[in-house]
């Protein structure tokens, strides 16, 4: 076995790594992607690892994959448990992120997501849990990535690129100025999203 293991799912391409050493990972990615470049190219990939792997090598690894097979790398730090489908995601390990989210910059996490900051325009945010931010969302913002429909997203200000919660997607309302300054939470009702004022009294 090489020292990483492909694995395909409804958002793209799950990377899980094995090994330690930096290059043997990069070759043993490029000679998988190489065996099947028609039907890779272009998808999104994520990179989950239990070792600690350096910003360096990333950067490096994310700039070649976008080069050679226009490949978006999404890295996560730490394999987790995914929360099961129709699992209450209030038990789901929680990941908190204390700063804000950039252009250009793309968070998975399998489980819930708070970010204590801000996810500005061009920035991507993808949970299979629920997405909590404490600041305001500009950005691409995906809760319940594995198909879960119980997800939700709260923010301070949602004024999301695109918001999605399982495979159902909305873009933020073109009224955006005369929004009230509340908080404000998005959850799936019916076939569409809805995005709702937060009531402290009433159950997400």
Same mark, same amino acid.
Do not use: W
């Given at each position: 076995?090489?020292? +990483? ?6 958002? /793209?391409?799950? +990377? !899980? #790594? ?10 043993? %990615?490029?000679?998988?992607?190489? =065996?099947?470049?028609?039907?890779? !190219? ?19 690894? *994310? ?22 489908? /129709? =699992?209450?995601?209030?038990?789901? %390990? ?14 998975? !996490? ?5 970010? %204590? ?5 061009? &920035?991507?945010?993808?949970?299979? /849990?629920?997405?909590? #931010?404490?600041? #305001? ?7 319940? &990535?594995? /198909?879960?429909?119980? &997800? ?6 949602? =004024?999301?690129? =695109? ?5 159902? %997607? ?8 005369? *929004? ?5 939470? &998005? *959850? ?17």
């Amino acid at each position: 076995m090489g020292s +990483v293991v492909f694995k395909g799912n409804r958002n /793209g391409i799950v +990377v !899980y #790594v094995l090994g330690k050493e930096p290059n043997e990972i990069k070759k043993d %990615i490029f000679e998988k992607l190489c =065996q099947g470049k028609d039907f890779f !190219y272009g998808s999104r990939m994520y990179l989950k690892s239990d070792y600690e792997l350096s910003e360096e090598f990333l950067h490096s690894l *994310k700039d070649e994959l976008l080069k050679e097979f226009n490949i978006n790398l999404i890295f996560e730090d730490k394999k987790t448990n995914t929360p099961k489908k /129709g =699992q209450d995601l209030n038990e789901a %390990i929680t990941k908190i992120y204390k700063r804000t989210i950039r252009s250009g910059q793309r968070i998975f !996490y399998d489980g819930n997501i708070v970010i %204590i900051g801000d996810v500005n325009s061009g &920035a991507e945010v993808v949970a299979t /849990g629920n997405i909590i #931010v404490l600041g #305001v969302v500009r950005g691409i913002v995906h809760a319940g &990535a594995d /198909g879960n429909y119980k &997800a939700f997203i709260a923010a301070y200000e949602l =004024q999301p690129e =695109q918001i999605r919660i399982a495979d159902v %997607i909305s873009r933020s309302p073109d009224d955006k100025m005369n *929004k009230p300054k509340i908080p404000e939470v &998005a *959850k799936i009702k019916g076939k569409f999203i809805s995005i709702e004022p937060y009531l402290p009294n009433k159950l997400i």
